[in-house]
């Protein structure tokens, strides 16, 4: 199971390096596929959505001007 995951990670931010510049759209298509991934992993429900939620924290504060 760990190693399917970790497999499908490894998949997901291989395709990530290859990027330049994410967009809004890439950023919502690797939530999708991490959200997918760890479901198929039977990672509970909520605990999907507290990182899922933690990440789009994340990247919203590194897009945001800083003042």
């Keep these: 199971m760990f190693e399917s995951l ?3 990670f490894d998949g997901i931010f291989t395709r990530l390096r290859g ?3 994410l967009t809004q759209a890439d950023v919502d298509e690797v939530l999708r596929e991490i959200r ?3 479901l198929e992993a039977d ?3 909520g605990v999907v959505k507290s ?3 933690r990440i789009r924290e994340a990247r919203s504060a590194r897009t945001c001007p800083r003042h």
């Design 6 to 8: 970790s497999d499908r």
């Design 19 to 21: 990027k330049g510049h």
């Design 36 to 38: 997918l991934a760890l």
């Design 43 to 45: 990672v509970n429900l």
């Design 51 to 53: 990182m899922l939620g």
